[in-house]
């Protein structure tokens, strides 16, 4: 049964810092591209950031130089370090695992909130 956990989100204020953690289980987790991707309501879920099994990442525009995401393939583990956070990265953040089109997962998601 595969599972991805989140954790870290959250209230935070303009310009502060979050760092979201998704641990996963039931998959051979090295080979899978790990991903964030966001959800407001009303629009599309939209990548944020995904790391690749050998390491190299990609960001969508808005987060570079902001976010950093980072993977421990010993542990199972992708985070996502978000820092000088703007109102606009509110939403709901959720961890994909991807393989293949068969090989497709997601998280539950957590809430990130950025209000003053």
């Known amino acids: 049964q595969v599972q991805l956990v989140e954790s870290g989100g959250g209230l935070v204020q303009p310009g502060g810092s979050l760092r979201l953690s998704c641990t996963a289980s039931?998959?051979?987790?090295?080979?899978?591209?790990m991903g964030w991707y966001r959800q407001v309501p009303g629009k599309q879920r939209e990548l944020v950031a995904r790391?690749?099994?050998?390491?190299?990442?990609e960001y969508e525009d808005s987060v570079k130089g902001r976010f950093t995401i980072s993977r421990d393939n010993a542990r199972n583990t992708v985070d996502l370090e978000m820092n000088s956070l703007k109102i606009e990265d509110t939403g709901a953040y959720y961890c994909?695992?991807?393989?293949?089109?068969?090989?497709?997962?997601w998280g539950q998601g957590t809430q990130v909130t950025v209000s003053s």
């Open positions: 790391i690749f099994p050998g390491g190299n990442a």
């Open positions: 039931g998959i051979i987790f090295r080979i899978y591209v």
């Open positions: 994909n695992a991807y393989a293949s089109s068969t090989a497709d997962f």
